[in-house]
């Protein structure tokens, strides 16, 4: 359990930085697949209780790994809780050296995925240069922050953003940014608005069940193309993790709804060595750990599967 606790830990606190995600962190761990299925699984009974199939609501209910999801779950709580203010100010403090630290995190995860592929075809490889590309010139355009949003517009925002708890590659927080949504539903949070949290857990909770479904179908049966398209979101990702932009990528506290910058710049001599440091340090640590961490993958048990 307490090795649970500490993999949500990790995942909250990628969470909480805008172009890292905790998708990215359960698949260096090797719990990515097992976390989906869960997912699956509690998207499943929650279609059973809007249809009001009590029965299906209780066997997929019973099904989800709550002795592995719970744990999960209270290590991404404590994570956003206790991080989210260090790493805000690390990020206004220290930019650079974090955007590199970050950096190789993403770069070592992209090897460990590379090694997940079970074959890697022609289609495979086209399909990650693709949607690489095609992530790396989307990234490049930021919406400005939306005026007092509706509440529909929350319940859209949330059912996006969370799809990224479950997405290698991008973070929620940075979906937020381009949606220009983050500032309004930080200070919805920080208001304590709860209509507007309720409309947006609400979203999340919709668009989680539906795309975990989603994605779960296309891994089972196409899983070496998808995991293809999910390592190009990763190196597409990169381009907000660049520690040398025009414009150095922060979030102000006072103006969280925007990062600066999207034009990639090369370093100058004075500020290249402690991103690079940081960067190869981390690339070095999460292909150590991608390498050496026990995997908790595994097929979902027959009884279950057939209802999923």
């Given at each position: 359990?307490?090795?649970?606790?500490?993999?949500?830990?990790?995942?909250?606190?990628?969470?909480?930085?805008?172009?890292?995600?905790?998708?990215?962190?359960?698949?260096?761990?090797?719990?990515?697949?097992?976390?989906?299925?869960?997912?699956?699984?509690?998207?499943?009974?929650l279609g059973s209780l809007v249809r009001l199939d009590f029965n299906?609501?209780?066997?997929?209910?019973?099904?989800?790994?709550?002795?592995?999801m719970l744990p999960l779950l209270v290590g991404v709580v404590i994570?956003?809780?206790?991080?989210?203010?260090?790493?805000?100010?690390?990020?206004?403090?220290?930019?650079?050296?974090?955007?590199?630290?970050?950096?190789?995190?993403?770069?070592?995860?992209?090897?460990?995925?590379?090694?997940?592929?079970?074959?890697?075809?022609?289609?495979?490889?086209?399909?990650?240069?693709?949607?690489?590309?095609?992530?790396?010139?989307?990234?490049?355009?930021?919406?400005?922050?939306?005026?007092?949003?509706?509440?529909?517009?929350?319940?859209?925002?949330?059912?996006?953003?969370?799809?990224?708890?479950?997405?290698?590659?991008?973070?929620?927080?940075?979906?937020?940014?381009?949606?220009?949504?983050?500032?309004?539903?930080?200070?919805?949070?920080?208001?304590?608005?709860?209509?507007?949290?309720?409309?947006?857990?609400?979203?999340?909770?919709?668009?989680?069940?539906?795309?975990?479904?989603?994605?779960?179908?296309?891994?089972?049966?196409?899983?070496?193309?998808?995991?293809?398209?999910?390592?190009?979101?990763?190196?597409?990702?990169?381009?907000?993790?660049?520690?040398?932009?025009?414009?150095?990528?922060?979030?102000?506290?006072?103006?969280?709804?925007?990062?600066?910058?999207?034009?990639?710049?090369?370093?100058?001599?004075?500020?290249?060595?402690?991103?690079?440091?940081?960067?190869?340090?981390?690339?070095?640590?999460?292909?150590?750990?991608?390498?050496?961490?026990?995997?908790?993958?595994?097929?979902?048990?027959?009884?279950?599967?057939?209802?999923?």
């Amino acid at each position: 359990m307490a090795l649970t606790v500490a993999r949500g830990f990790c995942m909250g606190a990628a969470d909480v930085v805008p172009g890292v995600s905790g998708g990215t962190v359960a698949l260096v761990f090797g719990i990515y697949e097992r976390l989906l299925d869960n997912v699956r699984r509690g998207a499943r009974a929650l279609g059973s209780l809007v249809r009001l199939d009590f029965n299906g609501f209780g066997t997929h209910f019973r099904s989800v790994e709550w002795s592995f999801m719970l744990p999960l779950l209270v290590g991404v709580v404590i994570a956003v809780g206790a991080l989210s203010t260090v790493i805000e100010r690390l990020l206004q403090e220290r930019p650079e050296e974090m955007a590199g630290l970050f950096l190789g995190l993403v770069l070592g995860s992209i090897v460990v995925a590379w090694r997940l592929l079970h074959s890697s075809t022609p289609a495979d490889v086209a399909v990650m240069v693709v949607v690489g590309a095609a992530t790396f010139l989307l990234l490049g355009f930021q919406s400005g922050p939306v005026s007092d949003p509706a509440l529909p517009i929350y319940f859209g925002a949330g059912a996006v953003a969370i799809c990224a708890m479950i997405l290698p590659g991008i973070s929620g927080s940075f979906l937020l940014l381009m949606m220009g949504m983050y500032a309004a539903v930080l200070g919805a949070v920080h208001d304590r608005d709860l209509a507007v949290i309720a409309v947006f857990a609400l979203g999340a909770t919709v668009g989680l069940a539906l795309f975990s479904s989603a994605l779960g179908y296309l891994l089972d049966n196409h899983h070496d193309l998808v995991l293809g398209a999910l390592i190009g979101l990763m190196i597409g990702s990169v381009r907000v993790l660049w520690p040398w932009p025009n414009g150095v990528g922060i979030i102000s506290e006072e103006a969280g709804e925007s990062i600066s910058g999207t034009a990639l710049h090369m370093p100058t001599a004075e500020n290249w060595l402690w991103p690079t440091v940081l960067a190869a340090t981390a690339f070095i640590v999460v292909v150590a750990v991608g390498r050496l961490a026990p995997s908790d993958e595994h097929p979902l048990p027959k009884t279950v599967e057939a209802n999923v």
